[in-house]
């Protein structure tokens, strides 16, 4: 899984120990984790970071993250995509992923969640992709119905982020 996988504008490598800055900069960003959870603390942080770089296998309960690279950009750090199994009789993974602010709408989401969809499939074997976001995180939506995910069902009042019941869109796609 350490492999470095490439798509037509970005590389991606496995998570490892030089990543912690950007995960720290990610993970306590409120901005960029409006739509995902409350922020952590720093500790929080840390052991989601240390869990994330064991080694990975498809019963694995962690997540599998790759940075993802601009490929012609210098500082090419653009945001991270994971996949982590959630049932392994059915191949199922889930993913997530964040792109940072500035390289916003410029399709580096779909991209890599095409090229991670089709990574995990080839390499991995998983046949069924699941996704969860809110109902109002209209960009994520976009992304996952870009990468050709289907909205399966929205569940009102279902994750609570910053003190407010979100109503949860539940994506899927079978291979
Ligand atoms: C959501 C996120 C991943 C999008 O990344 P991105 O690289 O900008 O995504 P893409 O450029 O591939 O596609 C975004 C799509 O959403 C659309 N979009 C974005 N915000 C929108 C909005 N407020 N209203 C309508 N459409 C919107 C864009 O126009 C684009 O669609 P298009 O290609 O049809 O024009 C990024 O903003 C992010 O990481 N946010 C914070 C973390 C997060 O919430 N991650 C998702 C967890 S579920």
Known sequence: MDKQIFSARLTF???ALHDWELIHSIYSNPNLMKHIRDVMSEEEI??????????????????LTWI??????????????????RNLEKLTAEVGFIILEEYNGQGYATEALKSIIDFSVDNIGFKKFIAVCSEEHIGSRRVLEKAG???????????????????DCFYSLEI
């Open 13 to 15: 490598t496995r998570l």
């Open 46 to 63: 840390r052991r989601n970071f240390e869990n994330e770089l064991a080694p990975w296998s498809i019963d694995s309960p962690h997540w």
């Open 68 to 85: 993802i690279h601009e490929n012609s950009l210098g500082d090419n750090n653009v945001g991270l995509i994971s996949i982590c199994t």
């Open 149 to 167: 995910m289907s909205l399966d069902k929205m569940v009102p009042d279902s994750t609570q982020i910053g003190g407010k019941l979100v109503t």
